[in-house]
Antibody
Framework: EVELVESGGGLVKPGGSLRLSCSASGFTFSTYSMNWVRQAPGKGLEWVSS????????YYADSVKGRFTISRDNTKNSLYLQMNSLRVEDTAVYFC????????????WGQGTLVTVSS | EIVLTQSPGTLSLSPGERATLSCRAS???????LAWYQQKPGQAPRLLIYGASSRATGIPDRFSGSGSGTDFTLTISRLEPEDSAVYYCQQYGSSPRVFGQGTKVEIK
C-alpha cells in the first residue's frame, strides 16, 4: 500500500525557515516524480514544486521561486522542501504527492503538514 | 502561464442526477495533460481522472472525463451522497502546473 507521510510543519516567524520532509513507502520511490502542493486555510489547491525521479528536472511556482528548494533522497525514499524567507502568505497545509511515473499529476497524497507563519 | 477557470462555482443537485463540471484553459493544455481531483473536508485530494479522460485506479465508472485543447469536462453520471466534495482540475503538461479554483458539489 502506498503511503506518504509529511513532517516538519509548525509555527515560524516571518523571515524564518522550515524544512518539510515526506517519507514514502509502498512503491518504487526512485522511479516516480514527486510534487508539493499547498492549501491555505479555507482556500483552493496551489501547486508549489515538482521534481523528476532522478532530480534532473525541478520546477517551482513563481510565488516560491528563490525561497523554496525541493530535493529528494532516493536512498531514503524521502522528499524534502526547504522553505526560507517565509511569509505570512505561505501559511498553509503542505501536501506531498507522488506523480504517475514520469508524469506530474498527483496519484497519491499524504495527509499534509501545517505550516503557520506568524509573528 | 496557463490559467484554468472552473465553472460553476457551486453545483447543488439531488442524488441520481447528472453533474457536469467545466474546466477551461487560457491556452491549449499540452498533450491534454489535464487531471481532476476530488477533495472532501479535512482530507487530502484524490486523483479521479488523468490525461483528460482516463480514470485513476479504483475510481467508479460514474466519473468520466472528456475534452481536449482548452475545454474539459468532468461528468458524474449518477450522483451519490458521498460525491459531495470540491472538485479541482489541474494541468500538468507544462510548468507552472496550475489548479483551477474548484467547483463545490452539494447533494440536496
Amino acid at each position: 500500500e502506498v503511503e506518504l507521510v509529511e513532517s516538519g510543519g509548525g509555527l515560524v516567524k516571518p523571515g524564518g525557515s522550515l524544512r518539510l520532509s515526506c517519507s514514502a513507502s509502498g512503491f518504487t520511490f526512485s522511479t516516480y516524480s514527486m510534487n508539493w502542493v499547498r492549501q491555505a486555510p479555507g482556500k483552493g489547491l496551489e501547486w508549489v514544486s515538482s521534481i523528476s525521479s532522478s532530480s534532473s528536472f525541478i520546477y517551482y511556482a513563481d510565488s516560491v521561486k528563490g525561497r523554496f528548494t525541493i530535493s529528494r533522497d532516493n536512498t531514503k525514499n524521502s522528499l524534502y522542501l526547504q522553505m526560507n524567507s517565509l511569509r505570512v502568505e505561505d501559511t498553509a497545509v503542505y501536501f506531498c504527492a507522488s506523480g504517475r511515473g514520469a508524469y506530474y499529476d498527483s496519484s497519491y497524497w499524504g495527509q499534509g503538514t501545517l505550516v503557520t507563519v506568524s509573528s | 502561464e496557463i490559467v484554468l477557470t472552473q465553472s460553476p462555482g457551486t453545483l447543488s443537485l439531488s442524488p441520481g442526477e447528472r453533474a457536469t463540471l467545466s474546466c477551461r484553459a487560457s491556452q491549449s493544455v499540452s498533450s491534454n495533460f489535464l487531471a481532476w481531483y476530488q477533495q472532501k473536508p479535512g482530507q487530502a485530494p484524490r486523483l479521479l481522472i488523468y490525461g483528460a479522460s482516463s480514470r485513476a485506479t479504483g475510481i467508479p465508472d460514474r466519473f468520466s472525463g472528456s475534452g481536449s485543447g482548452t475545454d474539459f469536462t468532468l461528468t458524474i453520471s449518477r450522483l451519490e451522497p458521498e460525491d459531495s466534495a470540491v472538485y479541482y482540475c489541474q494541468q500538468y503538461g507544462s510548468s507552472p502546473r496550475v489548479f483551477g479554483q474548484g467547483t463545490k458539489v452539494e447533494i440536496k
